[in-house]
């Protein structure tokens, strides 16, 4: 976090780094590269990038489960990826929906 308000690169976690992560004035961390020179929406060009055992992207697994009818995985990773980047997105929302007792009913 620090090297990327400086405007330096990253050294380390390799699972980030393959996002070319980018410290934008609002200063939270979003997804690079070469997407970012297009003339789309900032949200789209640059999604936010979460951890994935964070309590605040389990809370948007859920909210993205809930409101789109209780779907499965591979919509709510469709969902999460208009806005959001999680880092092994696939591996989280199954760990969410896998204690989701509900739909495990």
Same mark, same amino acid.
């Given at each position: 976090?620090? $090297?990327? %308000?400086?405007? @330096?690169?990253? *050294?380390?976690?390799?699972?980030?780094?393959?996002?070319?992560?980018?410290?934008?004035?609002?200063?939270?961390? $979003?997804?690079?590269?070469?997407?970012?020179?297009?003339?789309?929406?900032?949200?789209?060009?640059?999604?936010?990038?979460?951890?994935? %055992?964070?309590?605040?992207?389990?809370?948007?697994?859920?909210?993205?489960? =809930? @409101?789109?009818?209780?779907?499965? #995985?591979?919509? #709510?990773?469709?969902?999460? *990826? =208009?806005?959001?980047?999680? #880092?092994?997105? *696939?591996?989280?929302?199954?760990?969410?929906?896998? $204690?989701?007792?509900?739909?495990? %009913?």
């Amino acid at each position: 976090m620090k $090297r990327l %308000k400086k405007g @330096n690169e990253m *050294r380390s976690a390799r699972s980030i780094l393959k996002l070319k992560p980018i410290m934008k004035d609002d200063g939270v961390m $979003r997804v690079g590269g070469s997407i970012s020179m297009t003339r789309i929406s900032i949200e789209a060009r640059n999604p936010i990038i979460l951890p994935k %055992k964070d309590h605040t992207t389990r809370m948007l697994i859920r909210y993205f489960h =809930e @409101n789109d009818g209780h779907c499965g #995985v591979e919509q #709510v990773l469709a969902i999460l *990826r =208009e806005q959001f980047s999680v #880092v092994k997105a *696939r591996t989280a929302i199954k760990l969410v929906l896998g $204690r989701y007792i509900h739909c495990r %009913k």
